[in-house]
């Protein structure tokens, strides 16, 4: 029987994991629910927002808080490249069928990744944890990296803001109505489209928020898009696409699952998540939370 | 016989001469071509006619490639045999995925294909005894009365050209024009007493039929199968071929795979930013030309009333 | 009309470039090298410094007027990081730039790709990198394939060697669930298990090719409480575990021995304060070792090429690889395949690193590596190798 440190170790690694897959699915599951598109350059969002840490982090050289505010510019950065791909490009593309939706994702996949290169080149980038953070907390007789406890904290606190400004806020009802009736919102003066740009925004934010906090803790290398959108796309499909709290119990399912395959089937946990993901849309295919759609 | 018939005629016949320019390259190009063209226009079956977008299409691509290397290397089962397990495995292996896939529409069909292929991409990533693992193997002989490049190219050219011949009936039979017609309107098409989702299985069955038959090809004019041809970009490079051709024109899938492998081939000797090109390419044709080539070139020498 | 003009522009530059004329020098024809290397991905880290030393020899080559006479012209092609991608883009170079002589690839599996892609079409092909012994074994071997790396034997037998110096019998082993992984791993053990019996593997980790996430993977080495470690997680792999772990406090716990040249001052670079200290690791070639005049030549030459105060260590790889066909082209006096073939079986040559033979019996380079233990120096900003010495692979392999 392994030691219950050991596992519980083992578990809360499962957890942190769980929480970055959890930010960068969020933003996607929240762009599809909204505007019915699925991203696949959501990956290479969070890829920009390392890419972009990593460079504020050079530019703020010595500047107390650095890595906190390269965080922040980061993201934001990478939200206003959402803005900015939806609101010129994406929008062309609503009327058209999704075939069109999702080979224009895959193409921004394509000129993200080499603009990526172009910019920053081939090297691999590394940024230091925080100096606040670079400890490890003791949990009985092992250790854990202080700053993957911060992340399982932040994630449900983010979790939580963001379901709380939907459920709650004038502009979260606005959101989910959209995503009902777009055309009796518009009808209702709502300017739909700005509402649009505004959720693509902040999926975008989500998802380079998640590739910033992760830069610490992970390669900034070329690949890291496509590495990590399967499993964001694994995620959203077992929570459900478009549900909130599937995408967090999703999260939370292929984190674990992640961590304890490891311990059982060392060598197949590969396999493990895709049969996962296939098992969920066969049997259940709006996922664990989802609405049950007309199929 | 129509023009585009003469169109066609011209085209076999320009195929049957490559071999005489002594040029390796083309013989070269030209079984690439026509393997990836029969592999897209398989795929076209489902997108095009049917309306289904499949994101995992290399599944029976890569099903067709190590069943019959497998046969032929491992096993030393005689080639036709091989060639045949590999197209009635493509088949069978379409119909139990497709199976799952139909009861669902649209973005989450797309998804259940997806990760249908992912799945079988990891079996033959990690089971090292039988496929050879992440090294792939290597080593596909020849078949024995097809020992030679150009000989090779002439049977390619032969059963993607028979391959096609089928295809074509297929479509403009009444089982294709149900399939057109579930792909305008699924809804109306089961009101009217069509059962859409086995019409729907049967062109999902057929099409990886094809597209086995296309990987076998492959796997012998590469003399190596690698489980990179089963992951997931492979299938999103078929859906671009296709698209690129055009999906409302039966052979826009060729012109699609001969345009975009030699293409690529042109612009890796010039830069390595291939990708950037490829994704400006493919937006470009998503916004502006939605017909890809062959339904660009139809509405500008268009017959009034026109035909496929 | 906008998009027919677009369409037809489009067509007549695809048309142009179709027609576009094959470079027929009027000069001396020039020998044609196809080097296809992974220059994107993640891989490219380490493929583009190895195509900048190929590019540096030839440079060099050429302004002493060529071999035989005769400029080489390296065709450089991002050959992608899977070996499907390898294949097709050397057939390609072989098809339509009628290249002479073939090298490159990067990973195990590349390499195996490409190898075969030189029996098919025979060509010359030198594996500038590749190090997995399947290349070389008997069953694989054939006239065409050569290697001027090291392999997955000599580098997995000399952390052998180290490790057995001091009295750890309890060890681990993590390493990419792949070729060169399995072999390098497979190749330590078999060599401890003969030389040490007493030595126990009290765990195997397995993390796929290319892991962003190892945490899962420290927790259960831990666990087992080994004495030492034996890692072949390569470069840039290396950098993400070694960040990673630290906060576990793993390299203060479990004494680690690491292939995969995590001690390439590419990684030193990196990693800087996070680069673990005290632990023993390897590197193709580390710019303030040997102290000979070819190698310091070699460095400056190196550093004004890239313009990098501190040039890459993978550089040395293309360069070698290169060093190798250019001097078996010129003892053979003639680009025949067959006839260089016969030169390069046993061909000795002088690289910057000491002299290195490429072995007739399997068409093996005879290249040690570089072995030593990480240290702060007050000399450079980074951590670097100290002590540190070359391993000879003479004695290490079959």
Same mark, same amino acid.
């Given at each position: 029987?392994?030691?219950?440190?050991?596992?519980?170790?083992?578990?809360? !690694?499962?957890?942190?994991?769980?929480?970055?897959?959890?930010?960068?699915?969020?933003?996607?599951?929240?762009?599809?629910?909204?505007?019915?598109?699925? !991203?696949?350059?959501? /990956?290479?969002?969070?890829?920009?927002?390392?890419?972009?840490?990593?460079?504020?982090?050079?530019?703020?050289?010595?500047?107390?808080?650095?890595?906190?505010?390269?965080?922040?510019? %980061?993201?934001?950065?990478?939200?206003?490249?959402?803005?900015?791909?939806?609101?010129?490009?994406?929008?062309?593309?609503?009327?058209?069928?999704?075939?069109?939706?999702?080979?224009? =994702?895959? %193409?921004l996949v394509l000129i993200l990744a080499d603009f990526a290169k172009i910019i920053w080149g081939t090297g691999q980038f590394s940024v230091s944890r925080p100096a606040l953070l670079k400890g490890a907390v003791p949990i009985l007789d092992q250790f854990f990296p202080t700053y993957n406890l911060v992340i399982i904290f932040l994630g449900p606190c983010i979790a939580f803001t963001f379901w709380?400004?939907?459920?709650?806020?004038?502009?979260?009802?606005?959101?989910?109505?959209?995503?009902?009736?777009?055309?009796?919102?518009?009808?209702?003066?709502?300017?739909?489209?700005?509402?649009?740009?505004?959720? *693509?925004?902040?999926?975008?934010?989500?998802?380079?928020?998640?590739?910033? +906090?992760?830069?610490?803790?992970?390669?900034?290398?070329? #690949?890291?898009?496509?590495e990590v959108i399967i499993n964001a796309f694994i995620v959203v499909v077992i929570g459900g696409l478009g549900s909130f709290w599937g995408t967090f119990l999703g999260s939370l399912i292929v984190g674990q699952v992640y961590a304890l395959g490891i311990l059982v089937f060392p060598r197949l946990s590969l396999a493990f998540i895709y049969v996962l993901m296939a098992l969920v849309l066969i049997i259940r295919p709006w996922g664990l939370l989802g609405r049950p759609l007309q199929r | 016989m129509s023009k585009e018939n003469w169109i066609l005629l011209l085209f076999i016949l320009l195929l049957l001469c490559i071999p005489l320019t002594e040029s390796r390259f083309y013989v070269f190009l030209g079984t690439d071509i026509l393997i990836f063209g029969l592999f897209a226009v398989s795929l076209n079956l489902l997108l095009g006619y049917t309306g289904?977008?499949?994101?995992?299409?290399?599944?029976?691509?890569?099903?067709?490639?190590?069943?019959?290397?497998?046969?032929?290397?491992?096993?030393?089962?005689?080639?036709?045999?091989?060639?045949? &397990?590999?197209?009635?495995l493509g088949g069978i292996s379409a119909l139990v995925i497709g199976f799952f896939c139909v009861r669902l529409t649209k973005v989450y069909f797309a998804m259940l294909t997806l990760a249908f292929s992912q799945i079988v991409w990891a079996m033959a990533f990690k089971w090292n005894s039988l496929t050879g693992g992440d090294n792939g193997f290597v080593g596909v002989p020849f078949p024995q009365f097809l020992d030679s490049k150009v000989r090779f190219y002439y049977f390619t050219l032969g059963v993607v050209a028979g391959s096609l011949f089928l295809l074509r009936k297929v479509v403009n039979s009444p089982f294709g024009r149900i399939l057109t017609t579930i792909r305008e309107n699924p809804e109306r098409t089961e009101f009217i007493g069509i059962?859409?989702?086995?019409?729907?299985?049967? %062109?999902?069955?057929?099409?990886?039929? *094809?597209?086995?038959? %296309?990987? &076998?090809?492959?796997?012998?004019?590469?003399?190596?199968?690698?489980?990179?041809?089963?992951?997931?970009?492979?299938?999103?490079?078929?859906?671009?071929?296709?698209?690129?051709?055009?999906?409302? !024109?039966?052979?826009?899938?060729?012109?699609?795979?001969?345009?975009?492998? *030699?293409?690529?081939?042109?612009?890796?000797?010039?830069?390595?930013?291939?990708?950037?090109?490829?994704?400006?390419?493919?937006?470009?044709?998503?916004?502006?030309?939605?017909?890809?080539?062959?339904?660009?070139?139809?509405?500008?020498?268009?017959?009034?009333?026109?035909?496929? | 009309m906008r998009r027919s003009l677009m369409f037809w522009m489009v067509l007549s530059l695809v048309t142009l470039a179709f027609f576009s004329p094959q470079t027929a020098d009027a000069q001396k024809k020039p020998i044609l090298v196809g080097f296809p290397m992974i220059l994107s991905g993640?891989?490219?880290?380490?493929?583009?410094?190895?195509?900048? #030393?190929?590019?540096?020899?030839?440079?060099?080559?050429?302004?002493?007027?060529?071999?035989?006479?005769?400029?080489?012209?390296?065709?450089?092609?991002?050959?992608? !990081? =899977?070996?499907? @991608?390898?294949?097709?883009?050397?057939?390609?170079?072989?098809?339509?730039?009628?290249?002479?002589? +073939?090298? #490159?690839?990067?990973?195990?599996?590349?390499?195996?790709?490409?190898?075969?892609?030189?029996?098919?079409?025979?060509?010359?092909?030198?594996?500038?990198?590749?190090?997995? $012994?399947?290349?070389?074994?008997?069953?694989?071997?054939?006239?065409?394939?050569?290697?001027? &790396?090291?392999?997955?034997?000599?580098?997995?037998r000399s952390a052998a060697v180290f490790m057995a110096k001091h009295p750890w019998t309890k060890i681990a082993t993590l390493g990419p669930d792949y070729e060169y992984g399995q072999m390098v791993t497979k190749a330590f053990v078999e060599w401890m298990k003969k030389n040490k019996p007493q030595v126990q593997i009290v765990h195997q980790g397995w993390p796929k090719l290319g892991e962003t996430d190892y945490t899962p993977f420290i927790a259960p080495l831990l666990a087992a409480k080994p004495d030492a470690a034996f890692l072949s997680l390569w470069g840039g792999h290396f950098v993400t575990f070694a960040k990673q772990a630290k906060p576990y406090g793993f390299f203060e716990k479990v004494k680690v021995v690491a292939a995969g040249e995590g001690g390439s001052p590419e990684t030193g670079m990196s990693l800087k304060d996070d680069l673990p200290l005290g632990i023993t690791t390897n590197a193709y070639d580390v710019f303030y070792y040997p102290d000979t005049p070819e190698h310091k030549s070699y460095v400056e030459r190196l550093k004004a090429y890239t313009k990098q105060e501190y040039p890459p260590s993978?550089?040395? $790889?293309?360069?070698?690889?290169?060093?190798?066909?250019?001097?078996?082209?010129?003892?053979?006096?003639?680009?025949? =395949?067959?006839?260089?073939?016969?030169?390069?079986? /046993?061909?000795?040559?002088?690289?910057?690193?000491?002299?290195?033979?490429?072995?007739?019996?399997?068409?093996?380079? =005879?290249?040690?590596?570089?072995?030593?233990?990480?240290?702060?120096?007050?000399?450079?900003? *980074?951590?670097?190798?100290?002590?540190? @010495?070359?391993?000879?692979?003479?004695?290490?392999?079959?």
């Open positions: 029987m392994p030691d219950p440190s050991f596992l519980l170790l083992q578990s809360l !690694n499962g957890l942190t994991y769980a929480m970055f897959l959890f930010l960068i699915a969020s933003g996607l599951s929240l762009i599809f629910g909204i505007l019915g598109i699925l !991203n696949f350059a959501h /990956g290479s969002l969070y890829m920009l927002g390392a890419y972009f840490t990593q460079q504020f982090v050079s530019l703020f050289v010595d500047a107390p808080g650095q890595f906190w505010w390269a965080v922040l510019f %980061a993201s934001l950065t990478v939200a206003a490249l959402g803005a900015v791909i939806e609101r010129f490009f994406l929008r062309h593309l609503y009327a058209r069928e999704e075939l069109y939706q999702l080979l224009f =994702t895959y %193409a709380f400004t939907l459920l709650r806020t004038r502009w979260g009802r606005k959101i989910r109505a959209a995503a009902l009736d777009r055309e009796m919102l518009s009808s209702l003066g709502v300017h739909v489209n700005r509402l649009f740009t505004v959720v *693509f925004f902040i999926g975008a934010w989500l998802a380079g928020l998640g590739g910033a +906090l992760v830069s610490p803790v992970s390669a900034i290398v070329p #690949g890291m898009d496509v | 289904l977008v499949s994101f995992g299409h290399a599944t029976y691509f890569g099903i067709g490639a190590y069943t019959c290397a497998l046969l032929m290397k491992k096993a030393s089962v005689p080639f036709p045999l091989a060639f045949a &397990a590999a197209g009635a059962h859409v989702k086995l019409f729907q299985l049967i %062109a999902f069955m057929i099409s990886g039929v *094809f597209a086995a038959i %296309a990987g &076998a090809l492959f796997g012998i004019f590469n003399h190596s199968v690698f489980p990179d041809i089963l992951f997931w970009p492979a299938s999103a490079e078929v859906l671009i071929m296709t698209l690129l051709g055009g999906i409302y !024109n039966f052979f826009g899938p060729v012109v699609g795979a001969a345009v975009l492998l *030699f293409v690529r081939m042109q612009v890796t000797s010039y830069t390595e930013h291939w990708p950037v090109i490829l994704g400006f390419t493919l937006a470009f044709l998503l916004f502006f030309f939605p017909g890809g080539i062959m339904g660009f070139l139809q509405a500008r020498f268009a017959r009034p009333g026109g035909n496929r | 993640g891989g490219a880290l380490f493929g583009k410094p190895s195509s900048v #030393g190929a590019e540096m020899f030839v440079k060099e080559i050429n302004a002493k007027g060529g071999i035989l006479g005769r400029p080489i012209e390296l065709i450089v092609r991002d050959c992608g !990081n =899977t070996p499907e @991608e390898a294949t097709r883009v050397a057939r390609e170079i072989i098809l339509k730039e009628k290249v002479d002589f +073939l090298v #490159g690839g990067l990973t195990a599996s590349q390499g195996l790709a490409l190898s075969e892609v030189a029996k098919t079409e025979k060509v010359l092909y030198i594996a500038p990198i590749s190090k997995s $012994t399947a290349m070389t074994d008997p069953d694989k071997l054939h006239p065409y394939v050569f290697r001027a &790396a090291a392999n997955t034997n000599t580098e997995g993978w550089a040395i $790889t293309g360069y070698i690889a290169v060093q190798f066909l250019a001097e078996a082209i010129k003892k053979a006096n003639s680009t025949d =395949t067959m006839k260089v073939i016969k030169a390069l079986e /046993g061909l000795t040559i002088n690289t910057p690193i000491g002299k290195q033979t490429m072995r007739a019996k399997d068409h093996q380079a =005879t290249r040690g590596q570089v072995w030593g233990t990480t240290a702060k120096v007050p000399e450079y900003p *980074f951590p670097i190798l100290r002590p540190v @010495e070359y391993i000879p692979a003479d004695d290490l392999m079959d």
